[in-house]
């Protein structure tokens, strides 16, 4: 279909990076969203805002942001591994830092690369600590959160509504070009 100029719009071809703008507009917008997904727990868990974590319950009042998690999936399949993990500073740092990190990045639009890479890491520990699943013998919301995180990454979708153009042109992320 043709646009008033006679030209025809940009399509996404594999292999290619041209995204037509209205896609451009819908992984910015998946972007914002997933990013908020990563950062309300954060938030939560850090405050005990009464969502999932009760005030009592807050990492700034003494509680472990990763314990009820893990020690719930002492059922599961690999739930030796993950209890194991509960009540670990180290993992409560690496989670919280984590969600922090992978959600501002999503949010702002830099780093979407590093972001979906350990957003995906992330995810798939989620997502095997829950093993086996409740209401699909494979299929969560965690896997498709991780493929939304990888098509976010493939098309540049920090550039709309967010700072990725400007944070893909510094001197550090030419250096560096998994920071894009």
């Not at 972007?31 to 908020?36: E, F, N, S």
């Not at 700034?60 to 993990?85: C, D, Q, R, V, W």
């Amino acid at each position: 279909m043709a646009i008033a100029e006679g030209r025809t719009p940009p399509l996404v071809r594999a292999g290619s990076s041209e995204v037509t703008v209205p896609a451009q507009y819908i992984w910015a917008t998946a972007r914002i969203a997933l990013g908020w997904v990563f950062l309300w727990p954060f938030l939560d868990k850090l405050f005990g805002l009464g969502y999932a974590t009760p005030a009592d319950r807050a990492w700034i009042a003494g509680g472990s942001p990763t314990t009820g998690f893990l020690k719930g999936a002492g059922e599961n399949s690999l739930g030796g591994f993950f209890t194991g993990l509960a009540g670990h500073a180290w993992v409560d740092w690496l989670y919280m830092l984590g969600s922090l990190g992978i959600g501002g990045a999503l949010i702002v639009g830099a780093g979407v690369r590093i972001a979906a890479i350990t957003g995906t890491m992330l995810l798939l520990m989620l997502w095997a600590a829950q093993l086996p699943l409740v209401y699909n013998p494979f299929l969560d919301e965690h896997l498709l959160y991780a493929i939304v995180l990888i098509g976010l990454a493939s098309v540049s979708a920090g550039d709309t509504f967010g700072i990725g153009r400007w944070w893909g042109e510094t001197a550090l992320v030419h250096r560096y070009p998994i920071l894009k």
